[in-house]
């Protein structure tokens, strides 16, 4: 396992307390904590609390939106262990939510994603398929982005 990985795993569902949390929005920093935990190194314009390292939007920019699909048993075949996932929940071009693949599921339509969320389902470790995800879940509406170049 990864050292990326070993964090999301562990910090999903207890943020640590050695970083900022932002209550009700903490998606991004979390991803971050995890790039960094895998060994990305600080740039300029991605660093504790800046808008990359916060921001769903601003973080999918900085690292680039690679491929995306309204739907997640098309999504789902691209995603491997180590990625970044985000969603446009709106379909209007900025990502709205950052998580991360952490592993592969039963089967290839499920994986597993940790994740800090602003939504009911809160912070986990869970298949995507599990009741606490709606990852997936299809909508119209969501547009999914696989974010930077296959995780770190």
């Known amino acids: 396992m990864t050292k990326a990985t070993n964090y999301a795993k562990e910090?999903?569902?207890n943020p640590i307390s050695?970083?900022?949390?932002?209550?009700?929005a903490d998606c991004t920093n979390f991803a971050s904590q995890i790039a960094c935990a895998g060994g990305l190194r600080y740039a300029p314009v991605w660093q504790p609390y800046t808008k990359p390292w916060i921001n769903a939007n601003s973080f999918g920019i900085v690292w680039g939106k690679k491929e995306k699909s309204t739907k997640w048993s098309i999504f789902v075949k691209k995603l491997k262990p180590g990625m970044f996932i985000a969603a446009d929940f709106g379909g209007d071009g900025a990502l709205d939510h950052v998580a991360y693949v952490a592993a592969n599921g039963s089967s290839s339509s499920n994986k597993y994603?940790?994740?800090h969320s602003a939504k009911a389902e809160g912070f986990y470790y869970a298949r995507s398929d599990s009741t606490t995800s709606n990852w997936?879940?299809?909508s119209k509406s969501r547009v999914l982005w696989i974010i930077g170049n296959n995780g770190s």
Do not use: C, L, T, V
């Not at 050695?18 to 009700?24: E, F, I, L």
């Open 18 to 24: 050695s970083y900022k949390y932002y209550s009700g």
């Open 11 to 13: 910090y999903a569902n």
């Open 136 to 138: 997936d879940k299809d």
């Open 113 to 115: 994603i940790a994740q």
